[in-house]
């Protein structure tokens, strides 16, 4: 899988993108990737660590410079989730907003569009 297009830190192995942890090195087409779901999940970094041929100190150094751009989200609370399900807590209701002005020129040359002006 080709690098993603936020770099954040580039090594001499690997990289730290908008994806999360990704090897430089493209002919391994994404194997060693880790997802920014799963950058703390420790079983998977030692797994990744412990392949051969990967260089430690570049990998640490990554997941340092990953962790940090990319904190743990809070566990959530379940006495919470439970409260906004009984309607306890009150959530803010997304009421949809039908836009204004919607162009439908998707997929049609614009040289044969009915034209619009202004008149004064």
Do not use: Y
């Amino acid at each position: 899988m080709a690098l993603h297009r936020d770099i954040f830190w580039v090594g001499r192995q690997w990289a730290v993108t908008g994806a999360g942890i990704q090897a430089v090195d493209q002919r391994l087409r994404g194997v060693l990737d880790i997802e920014l779901a799963r950058l703390w999940d420790d079983g998977l970094v030692q797994s990744r660590r412990a392949k051969p041929g990967v260089n430690a100190a570049d990998f640490d150094t990554a997941l340092t410079v990953a962790r940090e751009r990319f904190p743990r989200e809070p566990a959530s609370d379940p006495i919470l989730a439970q409260m906004k399900a009984l309607g306890v807590i009150e959530t803010p209701v997304v009421s949809p907003v039908v836009p204004a002005m919607q162009l439908r020129a998707e997929g049609r040359l614009a040289r044969f569009l009915p034209q619009w002006r202004i008149r004064r």
